[in-house]
């Protein structure tokens, strides 16, 4: 069955139980959409060698989180608009909404936390098989596990998930709890951000005109609010750099591990230069640093360094360092 724009819309209102219909169409219009983002909102842009392979494998996680955030924001806009006062409104979210916003990004946050976990994990396996003469380097071959992208899927359905594809992962106790707090907390910051963006924007509109709850009126404030299709520069940089930032806590979780430093005694820093980068962070491209020190220490941990930063790490084994040295490459001693 076709559906077109307003009956979608409508829908999202009046007929809860055709929501995997109406997801799957908004689904298609994101992807048929010029966004006002320079990098389309279905990619997860990630520097490194492997980098192209974990965008692919987290870019659905990302689209779903972002679907969710776009889908909660409609009702509870409706909601805010049916008061008579909506700026005396102390939350956006109601209680029910919160905890879907923090279970979406439980299960994103997963995914991309174990997923970077992986790739340790991999990275150790294949640099041994190199050693023994089994095959050869590859730089490209991290996730070859994941056929298909891991579904964001709630923490401890998804730690059996990948230790089935990664038997050797190590994942620690308290991991679901660790998640579902940490998420609920993006949840409650988010919440309070679409507030005060919501309300500012009513009050905005009411000084040229009034503002109903007419579909038409919720959808253009939505836009204005970054988290509609047509502009989700918001819900962008809330999903994007959760993951992202996930993802590689994962990752440097894993490199913690007494045998993986052992492995893996340094570890090189991965942007993406191609203008868009932070310059700092840049300058830093290709280099190399001591397993002792976290990556997030040599990134930064400000929000200037960490809203949609693209920047990565990959852990080097000490027979890539080995070489890496004798060509004249040098370890970092400071940050």
Not at 107 to 136: C, F, H, M
Request: glycine share 6%; hydrophobic share 40%; charged share 25%.
């Amino acid at each position: 069955m076709t559906i077109d724009r307003e009956t979608m819309l409508i829908a999202l209102f009046e007929a809860p139980e055709r929501a995997s219909e109406i997801a799957a169409y908004i689904a298609q219009q994101m992807q048929a959409t010029t966004f006002a983002e320079p990098v389309p909102t279905d990619q997860v842009a990630l520097a490194g060698p492997d980098g192209r392979r974990a965008a692919e494998l987290l870019g659905d996680a990302k689209r779903k989180g972002m679907l969710t955030l776009y889908y909660l924001a409609r009702r509870a806009t409706k909601r805010l608009l049916s008061k008579k006062r909506p700026q005396s409104a102390q939350s956006f979210f109601d209680e029910d909404e919160l905890q879907a916003l923090a279970d979406s990004l439980a299960a994103t946050t997963a995914t991309a936390n174990l997923l970077g976990r992986s790739r340790i994990r991999e990275r150790a396996e294949q640099a041994e098989l190199v050693y023994q003469g089994v095959r050869e380097f590859g730089e490209h071959d991290t996730f070859q596990a994941f056929v298909d992208p891991p579904q964001p899927i709630p923490p401890e359905n998804a730690i059996n998930y990948f230790q089935r594809l990664v038997p050797t992962l190590n994942v620690p106790g308290g991991f679901v709890n660790v998640i579902g707090e940490q998420a609920f907390t993006m949840a409650a910051a988010t919440d309070l951000a679409m507030l005060n963006t919501v309300k500012a924007i009513i009050a905005d509109t009411l000084e040229t005109g009034n503002v109903t709850g007419k579909v038409a009126d919720i959808q253009d404030l939505l836009e204005r609010a970054g988290v509609a299709p047509r502009n989700p520069q918001y819900s962008e940089a809330v999903y994007r750099t959760n993951m992202m930032e996930s993802y590689n806590n994962g990752a440097q979780e894993e490199l913690d591990d007494p045998l993986m430093q052992e492995f893996f005694p340094a570890w090189q820093y991965h942007s993406i230069v191609d203008g868009r980068q932070r310059p700092e962070h840049g300058a830093r491209n290709d280099k190399l640093y001591p397993s002792s020190v976290r990556f997030d220490e040599v990134r930064g941990t400000d929000a200037g360094d960490v809203i949609n930063c693209r920047c990565t790490f990959s852990a080097v084994s000490k027979y890539e360092l080995r070489d890496l040295l004798a060509a004249g490459a040098k370890v970092e001693t400071q940050w």
